[in-house]
């Protein structure tokens, strides 16, 4: 059965490209009737953001990625989060150093300091000659140690990539790396390793970073007489053709555009086609269709760069799509947020707006006359297209009001500029701005007095005449 898995540092909110790394292990898995896994990487307890590891959960059910195995869900092969799985590491790293394939590194970082100002790139193997006394004499001293793998000095690497295809690293090119830190916590360089073969993981998807190292992995699993998953390295997400985008750069992370009002699977979508061609012109795709569609032969060699601006485009459409019920709900955070205003029919503003948004922070934008309607500028009420001016707006105030009291608005406006001689536009021009203060809004004046209610769009042109009377 095909397995894999996504496995984050809990240092923070969840990267876009993290995101698109765990969508395509799942889509992976799911396409091929396997199982996807979710494994906490937290060796590094340094850099362990509290609650991190809850925003992560949260994120990827939010996407619609739903783990089978993993923190909470449990599953045959835990835990799933590596601070809990000490002592496996310990064992095989013990493994290895009988084997020959690691050792004992006592060196001190001021040793390590000088090595590195003496313009070495990589570990000397310094510490490789120890003798099995010396080392435990050193042991039973209490002086802090590493566990290094003990990588070949001649030879290479060569694996092959789905992706990439054939990959091959000079052994002298290596380092070798800490296997188990001075805190006896492993590097994630080694619990990789042994967390991928205890779990069952057939294919190894992540991050084209890890492309070069990966013939160190291979050297572990060759040690321990392991089989190797098959590796799937995927480019990076960039800002532009030459920044990788970045949190540094703003927005980054899926909590981040969820709170810019875009939805969770418009994003999902978005980036399931950054790195990915789906082979066909369809650029919306709902989960099971990305499901259906996805394979290794479409992901993509170069990277790609993020366009926000198409994103939008793409949200538009799922929020054009979206039942009215379910808009609303999911516009509510963004009224109370923008526009507190109880005197108005939010039920009937998601009408009017669903069509018009790009995102639902968009919001703040098209609903901004409700809450600015006092004081706004008078010279609105000119217009050159419709050569409306203030004078005819003083001279129509009155009409405007009645037609309001009326019962069929839209008809009583027209009757008034029938009588008053004038195109119908430009009394619907003045009676909008009187309504609302604003050159732009999503309907016309007969709409607002519905999103309003009559009785406050009755005091609202009350407000107006006073100040055209002055």
Known sequence: MVRTRFAPSPTGYLHIGGLRTALYAYLFAK????????????????????GAVEVIISALDKAGIHYDEGPIVGGDCGPYVQSERKAIYLEYAQKLIESGDAYYCFCTKERLGALHESGATKYDKHCLSLSKAEIQKRIDAGEPYVIRQNIPASGNGTYHDE????????????EDNIL???DGMPTYNFANVIDDHLMGITHCIRGVEYLMSTPKYNLLYDALGWQRPVYIHLQPIMRDAAHKLSKR?????????????????????????LGWNPKDTREKLSMRELIDSFSVEGLQKSSSIFDETKMRWLNS?????MPAREFHAAAMPFYEK?????NIDYAYLSELLQPRLEVLSDIRERAAFIDSFDGFDLELFVNKKWKTSIDMARDLIDGCIACTESNGIGEALEKLAEARGLK????????????????ATPGGGEEMVKLFGKAEALKRLETVKARLAK
């Open 317 to 321: 459409l799922y929020i054009k799509e």
């Open 163 to 174: 992706v990439f295809g054939d990959v091959s690293v000079d052994f002298k090119d290596l």
């Open 31 to 50: 396409k091929s009737g396997g199982k996807f896994i979710l494994r906490i990487e937290d060796t590094d307890q340094t850099r362990e953001v509290k």
């Open 249 to 273: 750069d703003g927005d980054a992370g899926f909590e981040d555009f969820l709170a810019k009002g875009f939805l969770p699977h418009a994003i999902v979508n978005y980036i399931a086609l």
């Open 338 to 342: 923008y526009i507190p205003n109880k």
């Open 180 to 182: 188990i830190k001075s």
């Open 424 to 439: 119908k536009g430009q009394v619907l021009w003045i009676y909008r701005i009187a309504l609302t203060g604003a050159a």
